[in-house]
């Protein structure tokens, strides 16, 4: 298999998506943030920062758009939708993430749901902390992706 951030001499490079066809793509993602039912039951109930999944979805979404400047070579992308969404879990106990994230251009957006769920992740890290420091954040993964020349991915559960 050729990795393709890398040109003939092994050097890194941004990938020439110029001659690729523009398709709608998808890409969800997911990860969880492990904690006390203690703490569980203050990012449900209203931490001292506020509102913890509500910050964390809004950081989530702010992190899908900024993957590009992030990742260094990361197309920047036109992207159409960025869904994060937040899940109380007691049986972890703890926060489980999911980010969907659309666009219709020549690449994908892997990369951008995976950094809306770590941007998430990080956010309710942050915003807890205070209360638990030893806190997990856990299973970041692709879930899936549609559209592009590789066709659909889907994970084993």
Known sequence: MTLTHFDS???AHM???SSKAETAREAVAEGTVIMSAE???????GAAKGDVMGVARLAGIMGAKRTS???PLCHPLPITKVAVDLAADPALPGIRVTATVKTAGKTGVEMEALTAVTT????VYDMLKAAQKDMRIEGIRLLSK???KSGEFRAAP
Do not use: M
């Not at 703490?39 to 109930?45: K, S, V």
């Not at 998430?120 to 956010?123: H, I, W, Y």
């Open 146 to 148: 549609t559209g592009g």
């Open 15 to 17: 990938v020439d998506v």
């Open 69 to 71: 400047d992030l990742i």
């Open 39 to 45: 703490t569980l039951a203050l990012a449900q109930g």
């Open 120 to 123: 998430a992740c990080l956010t």
């Open 9 to 11: 001499q092994g050097q």
